[in-house]
């Protein structure tokens, strides 16, 4: 199977839009948006992240031994885009977008998202150019607003429709 047919596939499920967030030993934040973010279990509450092994948050998350996930909203398009690589801020300065502060875990967390999730590492598991981080949710906030997802290659957001009954 080629790798454009299967790329192509993926970009027909919709994925809620996150950004994973972390810290290095000097206190240095690091985050990137990411869709493949999936609970794991109810009890023990916990969930798993799928990054780039190449990227910070990968680097940072095992020696922090911590991480967020952070679900966007419909109004946080710039966030995601952000953490995204869609802007010209380097990794460092995307953390001017939106409004950010340290969570229980030290992770950072963004103000008014759907909801965050701060993790301590569990299990990092390598496969192929990924890793799957396990996380131990110790923190969950929730906030307001409708989802942002990702389908067919862009950002759209999830409005409920109510039906008249």
Same mark, same amino acid.
């Given at each position: 199977?080629?790798?454009?047919? $299967?790329?192509?596939?993926?970009?027909?499920? @919709?994925?809620?839009?996150?950004?994973?967030?972390? *810290?290095?030993?000097?206190?240095?934040?690091?985050?990137?948006?990411?869709?493949? *973010?999936?609970?794991?279990?109810?009890?023990?509450?916990?969930?798993?992240?799928?990054?780039? !092994?190449?990227?910070?948050?990968?680097? $940072?998350?095992? @020696?922090?031994?911590? $991480?967020?996930?952070?679900?966007?909203?419909? @109004?946080?398009?710039?966030? @995601?885009?952000?953490?995204?690589?869609?802007?010209?801020?380097?990794?460092?300065?995307?953390?001017? *977008?939106?409004?950010?502060?340290?969570?229980?875990?030290?992770?950072?967390?963004?103000?008014?998202?759907?909801?965050?999730?701060?993790? !301590?590492?569990? !299990?990092?598991?390598?496969?192929?150019?990924?890793?799957?981080?396990?996380?131990?949710?110790?923190?969950?906030?929730?906030?307001?607003?409708?989802?942002?997802?990702?389908?067919?290659?862009?950002?759209?957001?999830?409005?409920?429709?109510?039906?008249?009954?």
């Amino acid at each position: 199977m080629s790798m454009d047919l $299967f790329l192509a596939g993926m970009r027909k499920v @919709a994925g809620a839009v996150t950004v994973v967030t972390t *810290i290095g030993s000097d206190g240095e934040r690091r985050g990137l948006t990411a869709t493949a *973010i999936c609970s794991l279990s109810a009890e023990p509450p916990s969930l798993i992240a799928c990054v780039n !092994r190449k990227t910070w948050v990968a680097q $940072f998350v095992p @020696a922090s031994g911590v $991480f967020a996930v952070n679900v966007l909203s419909h @109004a946080q398009e710039d966030v @995601a885009r952000a953490f995204a690589g869609q802007t010209a801020l380097a990794a460092g300065e995307r953390f001017s *977008i939106g409004e950010w502060q340290a969570g229980a875990t030290g992770a950072p967390v963004v103000r008014d998202g759907l909801a965050t999730f701060e993790c !301590r590492l569990e !299990r990092l598991v390598h496969h192929a150019t990924h890793v799957i981080l396990i996380g131990h949710v110790v923190a969950t906030v929730l906030g307001e607003g409708h989802s942002l997802v990702y389908v067919d290659g862009g950002f759209s957001p999830v409005l409920r429709q109510l039906s008249a009954a």
